[in-house]
């Protein structure tokens, strides 16, 4: 896989929480495995976003009583 390296500012607080994060398996250090897999899941969690808005317009919004039903079936 190409790569293209940028220059990007992290919070110190969170840098170090994600480096630690990165020493464990998958990444066995590699902070930019994280980052790559994370920037990944966002975007891929906004597409979905995106996709349930289109839905909502076009559709109309999950009637409560379906919602409330989800909710006891499948609890967080």
């Known amino acids: 896989m190409a790569t293209?390296?940028?220059?990007?500012?992290?919070?110190?607080?969170?840098l170090a929480e994600a480096e630690r994060a990165?020493?464990?398996?998958?990444?066995?250090?590699?902070?930019?495995g994280l980052v790559n897999e994370a920037l990944g899941r966002h975007?891929?969690?906004k597409g979905l976003r995106e996709l349930l808005d289109d839905?909502?317009?076009e559709l109309g919004p999950v009637p409560d009583a379906v919602r409330e039903r989800?909710?006891?079936?499948w609890p967080d």
Request: glycine share 4%; aromatic share 6%; proline share 6%.
């Open 4 to 14: 293209a390296k940028r220059s990007i500012s992290f919070d110190p607080e969170l």
């Open 22 to 32: 990165a020493e464990a398996e998958p990444y066995a250090g590699n902070l930019s």
């Open 43 to 45: 975007l891929k969690l």
């Open 55 to 57: 839905m909502d317009r």
């Open 70 to 73: 989800v909710d006891r079936e």
